[in-house]
């Protein structure tokens, strides 16, 4: 069973920092491309990050770009992105996803797993 656990999120400052880490399991691991995408109040689901199977490659959406680091840790199964420099803008619920190629990154649709989404919250 296919499982992907966000954890990290919460209520902080605008300028602050948080790390979401992001626990796989049920798949191998280092087959996947992994992301993560955020959806604010009354908005779509919108592409943050992502990184390929061994880390090498990481891609960014210009909103974050610059403010946040992704990365991954083959052996324990896991991904991560800092985000620095919070704004209220960033304010939604963030969500990693898994997928196989390395392409259409931010189509949402191409993405085989999902987890279940952590708060993050900036306040200003």
């Known amino acids: 069973q296919v499982q992907l656990v966000e954890s990290g999120g919460g209520l902080v400052q605008a300028g602050g920092s948080l790390r979401l880490s992001c626990a796989a399991s049920g798949y191998t691991f280092s087959d996947y491309v992994m992301a993560w995408f955020r959806r604010a109040p009354g908005k779509d689901r919108e592409f943050v990050t992502a990184v390929s199977w061994n880390g090498a490659m990481k891609y960014y959406a210009d909103s974050v770009k610059g403010r946040s680091t992704i990365s991954r840790d083959n052996a324990q199964n896991t991904v991560y992105v800092q985000m620095n420099s919070l704004k209220p803008e960033d304010t939604a619920v963030y969500y990693c996803?898994?997928?196989?190629?390395?392409?259409?990154?931010?189509?949402?649709?191409?993405?085989?797993?999902w987890g279940q989404g952590t708060q993050v919250t900036v306040s200003s």
């Open positions: 996803a898994a997928r196989r190629l390395w392409n259409n990154l931010g189509r949402a649709i191409e993405y085989d797993y």
